[in-house]
């Protein structure tokens, strides 16, 4: 057990306003070393709190997590972990490459500065002063000050949210690079086509849950999926669901929902058994709706079995 | 190696941070020649037996160190608004090494400062031994200490946008009644509280460069007592900013 990341049976409850909120709840996941894993999943799904336990800023109330066979708090001091947070500012009045060479001097093995600069396409903004920076140009600096520790671990909270389409293949192209060279990284999105491209597997997690975990190719079948929704208040749901590419059937009143594996051989099949299906819609699910459907699935499984 | 880099760009950080340097090195300098240039003849400023130049000298080089070393509180808020503190501790850098990164830089600035308005008491004439100016300026950073617990203090408990105003008004209420803008009256109320403030003791290292021989067992007590509870006091903000539930 002494290589990888294991987090084991996390849990941690917020209290807010006199509401309890469960953030993260009796999470197990573990990662190989050299491993690119997605942590995908919706806004609230849980992401952020269990990468704040990960890197140990936040204490779980109960679990523990264990980084090449350390706590977060020694594997930090040893220098083995990069991070670049979902938010944070750059220190002020210093320019970008006396930030970087700052931060480089807390770390026993870092990358050159010049390296983490060029790799971060950040060179032409050495010698400005970081309360000059646009957003974009600020997350390219903070991903420089997450390379520069020239970690083992790389965790990266939603990383490409403030980037246009430009900055987020740049910033992509030189994970990837970083990757190569054995690098273990953890990434958490809700975009799942980053998760495709970038990661070799995704974890999927909603309502604080692993609700699904496997190869990117899977994850992606599994959720990317399109809903066809249609008027049609008689139709039984079984016989909707035994439809040819149908995966699930629901009736809202006089709406059905039909989450569809293949959409294409679901509307022909629904139209052929159903002529007179009205107001029909197809659209590709979101992600949020694709997690909530296999979240739900889980917890009235888990109701059954109680 | 590692501190040394870092604190010097703390250093560097701070020295291009004009309202600082303002606040820490003009003010007080430019307070002093205002106030003290007016009186440079007075010999026996209100019957302390310490002359114009050489008090409103030490005074202000207490209200301009005050201000140092109290601009790492400043500094610490700043930077938990900014969420730089969550980066830092995923570094190496251990809490200790931070905050003795922000004391340091505090006590340097307290020492230019220092220096800036010794070099303009002499200007208007303050003249002493050399082992008096030392004795001096080694009671001055002495008596900083409660208030470089009280920055951290501060630093932790407050936001950064009240952040000035509190330790702004700290450093004003400590400079009025410790006699940095006119000597406390011997007698009264006004000087039993006056005496129980560190700040009075800063000022009061002016005696050392009249011929006194340093600050009384009183002194000693309100500047050691004041380190104790401030330091606990950071202790506790510190802790409190920094749970991690």
């Not at chain 1, 993260?24 to 190989?32: F, K, N, Q, Y």
């Not at chain 1, 704040?52 to 706590?71: E, K, N, Q, Y």
């Not at chain 1, 000050?145 to 293949?169: C, I, K, S, W």
């Not at chain 2, 020649?33 to 400023?45: E, M």
């Amino acid at each position: 057990m002494k290589t990888g990341i294991h987090l084991h049976g996390l849990c941690k409850t917020f209290h807010a306003g006199g509401q309890r909120i469960e953030a993260v709840r009796d999470l197990d996941l573990s990662i190989g070393r050299g491993e690119t894993v997605a942590l995908l999943g919706p806004n609230g799904a849980g992401k952020s709190t269990t990468i704040d336990m990960l890197l140990g800023l936040l204490a779980p109330d109960l679990g523990s997590v264990s980084i090449f066979g350390r706590s977060p708090a020694q594997a930090i001091a040893e220098g083995a972990v990069g991070a670049m947070l979902q938010t944070g500012g750059l220190l002020r009045d210093l320019t970008v490459r006396e930030l970087v060479t700052m931060l480089a001097s807390l770390y026993p093995r870092p990358l050159p500065v010049d390296d983490v600069l060029a790799l971060t396409g950040t060179t032409h903004l050495a010698t400005q002063r970081t309360q000059k920076l646009s957003g974009g140009e600020t997350q390219r600096v903070r991903f420089a000050l997450a390379l520069v520790a020239n970690p083992q671990l790389l965790v990266l909270d939603e990383p490409t949210v403030a980037m246009d389409v430009e900055a987020r293949h740049d910033f992509w192209t030189t994970m990837r690079s970083f990757a190569a060279g054995g690098k273990t990284i953890l990434f958490a999105t809700h975009y799942l086509e980053e998760a495709e491209a970038y990661a070799d597997r995704a974890v999927l997690m909603a309502r604080g849950r692993v609700v699904a975990d496997g190869p990117t190719t899977e994850i992606k079948a599994m959720v990317g999926t399109r809903t066809i929704e249609a008027t049609l208040p008689h139709a039984p749901v079984d016989s909707l669901e035994r439809l040819q590419g149908v995966a699930r059937a629901e009736r809202r009143g006089a709406r059905i929902v039909l989450a569809c594996a293949d959409s294409d051989a679901a509307i022909r099949a629904l139209l052929a058994a159903f002529p007179d299906a009205r107001d029909i819609e197809i659209r590709g699910a979101g992600l949020e709706e694709a997690f909530l459907q296999l979240t739900q699935d889980r917890d009235s499984r888990q109701e059954a079995a109680a | 190696m590692t501190r040394l880099v870092f604190a010097r760009y703390e250093l560097l950080r701070l020295l291009r941070n004009r309202r600082f340097v303002v606040f820490s090195l003009a003010f007080p300098l430019v307070l002093f020649y205002a106030i003290a240039g007016a009186n440079r003849h007075v010999r026996d400023l209100q019957h302390t037996g310490i002359s114009a130049p050489l008090y409103f000298m030490v005074g202000l080089a207490a209200f301009g160190t005050m201000n140092a070393v109290l601009g790492a509180g400043a500094r610490i808020a700043a930077e938990r608004a900014l969420g730089w503190n969550r980066q830092l501790r995923l570094t190496p850098l251990s809490a200790r090494a931070y905050l003795g990164a922000k004391v340091v830089t505090g006590y340097l600035m307290a020492l230019v400062a220092m220096a800036v308005l010794f070099v303009a008491g002499a200007s208007l004439g303050v003249s002493m031994a050399a082992a008096r100016w030392l004795q001096m300026a080694g009671m001055l950073l002495i008596g900083l200490l409660p208030f470089v617990a009280l920055g951290i203090f501060v630093g932790h408990l407050v936001s950064s946008d009240s952040v000035g105003p509190a330790i702004g008004g700290t450093t004003a209420i400590f400079a009025l009644l410790g006699g940095v803008w006119f000597p406390i009256s011997r007698h009264g109320v006004l000087h039993l509280i006056a005496q129980a403030l560190p700040s009075y003791w800063l000022v009061q290292a002016a005696h050392v460069g009249a011929g006194a021989r340093g600050w009384t067992a009183t002194g000693w007590l309100v500047v050691a007592a004041w380190t104790v509870a401030l330091a606990v006091a950071a202790r506790w903000a510190y802790r409190r900013d920094t749970r991690r539930d």
